[in-house]
């Protein structure tokens, strides 16, 4: 077995939070939640500059190019969902079965 990039794994991992988003609510809920977070983020002083980024994506991007920043395998996507704004939407239950399916990937990666 070829060993795999730990930060590879930690992509998966941002790739199958956004899909869980996604499966948990229509986008008008995460536009909103995003929205929320990015402005409570902003008022605690923690911002940077990939926060402008999402607040223009949730915003005035298109569902189309939403869905695909949050779900694309290409460097961009990869980028912007290393800062993912749509945290506190998903349950507990999922979060937790995402996390076990990381650590498994990175059990069989070798890494535990």
């Known amino acids: 077995m070829v060993k795999r990039n ?3 794994l930690l992509d ?6 956004a899909q869980a ?4 609510a229509e986008l008008p809920i ?7 977070n ?8 923690t911002w940077g500059q990939v926060y402008d980024e999402w607040w223009e994506i949730m915003t005035n991007a298109t ?18 969902r290393q800062s993912m704004p749509y945290t ?11 996390y076990a399916r990381y650590q498994e990937a990175q059990r069989l990666n070798g890494e535990l």
């Open 6 to 8: 730990p930060h590879l």
């Open 12 to 17: 998966d991992r941002k790739l199958w939070l």
């Open 21 to 24: 988003v996604l499966k948990a």
């Open 30 to 36: 995460i536009r909103a939640k995003s929205l929320s």
């Open 38 to 45: 990015l402005e409570r983020w902003k008022a605690k002083g």
């Open 63 to 80: 569902d189309e190019y939403l869905i695909d920043v949050m779900t694309g395998e290409y460097d961009e996507a990869n980028r912007l």
């Open 88 to 98: 506190g939407i998903i349950d507990e239950e999922t979060r937790l079965e995402i």
